[in-house]
């Protein structure tokens, strides 16, 4: 059975990081695209950045330049690096695997205070 489990969520400062982890089980790790998103209550969910199999990147406006996505085939793992961060970036982080499925973890939250 596919499964996703975040961690690394937590309180943080406005202008300090954090590092989110994501480990996969149950899936070909290699061939997914690997991704990030967000979201806070009353809103949709929303993407913060993908890294393909190919290691084709892609950020939201949002976070360019803050933030960095990466992966560890070998491990199966994700990460997000986060920077600069900001009481806006406050959410539940979600990792996500996509090929044909979709899949998701159970999320972690992030809370930058002012």
């Known amino acids: 059975q596919v499964q996703l489990v975040e961690s690394g969520g937590g309180l943080v400062q406005a202008g300090g990081s954090l590092t989110l982890s994501c480990a996969a089980s149950g899936i070909s790790f290699s061939i997914h695209t690997m991704g990030w998103y967000r979201q806070v209550p009353g809103k949709p969910r929303e993407l913060v950045a993908t890294?393909?199999?190919?290691?084709?990147?892609t950020y939201a406006d949002s976070v360019k330049g803050r933030f960095t996505i990466s992966r560890d085939t070998a491990k199966k793992m994700v990460y997000l690096q986060m920077n600069s961060l900001k009481p806006e970036d406050t959410a539940v982080y979600y990792c996500n695997a996509r090929r044909c499925s979709a899949y998701w973890g159970q999320g972690t939250q992030v809370t930058v205070s002012s």
């Open positions: 890294i393909t199999s190919g290691g084709m990147i």
